[in-house]
């Protein structure tokens, strides 16, 4: 009886400590369980940082190259240069007749009578004030002087002449102008008229020398 007793008694202690090993292991399980892990966040894009006023403005401002050549123009240059070759046919700019080869009836023909004809020395000058021209002619109506007064030429000086054609072959006066003289080929001078008051061409004249002492008629 004492035996079955204490296999009884033995086999209550057995259970007991079953059960607790079954709640140690359930609650153990729990406790070893990790957490739910948060979302693994992004990171964080580097910032773009804005460049600094010090530094756009410390940077050198583009230098503007200073235009070319210098001194006077490259259009005054080209106009003084045709001007000359202009001289060597016996013409002026603008005025489509010739010192040593038109008439003056030519002129007239084209654009009628003169404002005025007016002697001076051996020739007589008519003057057409629309045109800005002046044209001389001997006594047999041959031309050998024409002069333009044009405003593109009347804003050239003796530096811008010098320049490009430089010194004159010959220098007069008459009253408060100089007249720089530039031969142009075996017949004709170009001539530059500066009123000493302005400093700048008056009038130019392509003049055909010969022509203005052979009279033709006598």
């Not at 990171?43 to 230098?63: F, K, L, N, R, Y």
């Not at 002129?107 to 000058?125: C, H, R, S, T």
């Not at 333009?148 to 002449?161: F, G, H, K, N, V």
Request: hydrophobic content about 35%; some cysteine.
């Amino acid at each position: 009886m004492m035996n079955k007793y204490i296999k009884m008694m033995t086999a209550g202690v057995m259970l007991t400590g079953m059960l607790s090993l079954a709640a140690c292991s359930s609650g153990g399980s729990e406790a070893a369980s990790p957490p739910p892990s948060a979302p693994p966040s992004a990171s964080p894009a580097p910032a773009t940082s804005a460049p600094s006023p010090e530094a756009s403005d410390a940077a050198p401002p583009t230098a503007v190259s200073p235009a070319p050549g210098g001194g006077m123009g490259q259009n005054t240059a080209a106009q003084l240069t045709e001007l000359l070759e202009l001289a060597k046919q016996g013409k002026a700019p603008g005025l489509p007749f010739a010192a040593h080869t038109d008439l003056i009836d030519d002129v007239k023909k084209a654009w009628g009578e003169p404002d005025k004809e007016e002697g001076a020395g051996q020739g007589i000058y008519a003057t057409y004030s629309a045109k800005h021209a002046v044209i001389g002619f001997n006594k047999g109506s041959l031309i050998f002087d024409v002069r333009s007064s044009a405003a593109e030429l009347q804003q050239l000086t003796l530096e811008q002449i010098e320049e490009t054609l430089g010194k004159p072959d010959d220098v007069k006066t008459s009253g408060n102008d100089s007249i720089y003289i530039y031969k142009a080929g075996e017949q004709f001078q170009l001539k530059f008229v500066i009123p000493q008051s302005t400093g700048k061409v008056d009038h130019i004249s392509v003049f055909s020398e010969q022509d203005s002492i052979n009279n033709m008629a006598g």
